[in-house]
């Protein structure tokens, strides 16, 4: 996801696209969120582990 968010965010800004420049910032904060609640161990959406 962090990942996705990142390539978003680089072809929103070389395209100019502003709606893929958004989409790929809440990409990339959301999989930061996921990613740091899985690796401290808290059960995220059911699995103890988010990759």
Do not use: E, P, Q
């Amino acid at each position: 996801m962090v990942i996705l968010g990142i390539i978003l965010l680089i072809i929103g800004f070389v395209t100019n696209i502003s709606v893929l420049w958004t989409i790929g910032i809440i990409l990339v904060v959301v999989g930061a969120v996921l990613f740091l609640l899985g690796s401290l161990g808290h059960a995220v959406f059911g699995r103890r582990h988010y990759w």
